[in-house]
């Protein structure tokens, strides 16, 4: 998984992180979100320190949930947790796949390549009897020297959407259930109505999982030979941003290019349009 200490692939097996949790480079992210400033008398992975997506990493002057932090932001916050330029970051949550991209995207939207997902996550590495604690690393590293440098074509935004071009030369996948995207249930938001976003295709995030860890490359590229992208410029949404990013990693691994992730996802465009 590593060739001259960088990571190869954007997930690593839970077996890849319990044999190389001694590498002194390495830094374990913790993205479960929580209703707490820091979660406690839970299990984690030995090491981890807790990436506080809702209440750190976010906006929280913004209209709406899990907006992008500005640069200056993310990089300071990311200091904090003592990461540097040169780190190794792991990042995982708890429910196998579903926080940890997003936190995955963000560090390559701040320009930080070598960061990967833990393949399955908590669940999985519970389910393989690995090493877990009820503490999480305590703060006691020196703050890090990490630099953010905002790469713009990663993320986009309500205006983006609203000017795509009229050919198929961006394809729009919707990471929402099939149930959201075809307004047969409400949305979970309170007050967001039903919709879609014009144009946008149906991809919802847990056709590419296997229990809790993503389907082999190979399925997950038939999975997405289904939309017939082929050089298309790939954008994805969701509810709100998270699930979004589960495509997007999918999607890397599949070795798709030009990958975007709308970050207000339906959310925005449900609120800002009628």
């Not at 209209?63 to 990311?78: L, Y």
């Not at 995955?104 to 009897?129: Q, R």
């Not at 020297?145 to 959407?161: G, H, K, T």
Request: aromatic fraction near 12%.
């Amino acid at each position: 998984m590593l060739k001259n200490s960088r990571f190869i692939s954007p997930i690593v097996s839970c077996k890849w992180l319990n044999d190389n949790r001694h590498l002194k480079s390495l830094i374990i992210l913790d993205a479960r979100v929580t209703t707490n400033d820091t979660p406690s008398e839970e299990t984690f992975i030995p090491n981890s320190r807790y990436f506080d997506i809702k209440g750190k990493f976010s906006d929280l002057n913004a209209d709406f949930p899990n907006t992008i932090p500005s640069p200056e932001q993310f990089q300071s916050e990311a200091r904090q947790l003592g990461i540097n330029n040169e780190s190794l970051i792991v990042v995982y949550d708890d429910k196998g796949l579903y926080w940890s991209p997003r936190v995955w995207w963000l560090f390559k939207t701040f320009g930080f390549d070598n960061v990967a997902v833990l393949n399955g996550g908590l669940p999985e590495w519970v389910k393989n009897d690995y090493e877990t604690t009820t503490d999480l690393d305590t703060p006691y590293w020196t703050p890090g020297n990490f630099s953010a440098v905002y790469q713009p074509e990663r993320m986009c935004f309500f205006d983006d959407i609203l000017n795509l071009p009229e050919d198929d030369s961006v394809k729009l996948l919707d990471a929402r259930s099939k149930e959201r995207f075809q307004c047969e249930v409400p949305e979970p938001r309170a007050g967001l109505r039903s919709g879609t976003i014009p144009k946008s295709k149906n991809l919802p995030y847990t056709h590419l999982f296997d229990g809790y860890c993503l389907k082999p490359k190979a399925d997950l590229k038939a999975v997405f030979d289904t939309f017939k992208i082929e050089d298309n410029s790939l954008i994805f949404s969701c509810g709100s941003g998270i699930t979004a990013c589960i495509l997007a990693l999918a999607a890397e691994i599949s070795d798709y290019k030009n990958l975007t992730v709308y970050d207000g996802s339906w959310t925005e465009y449900g609120t800002l349009t009628t």
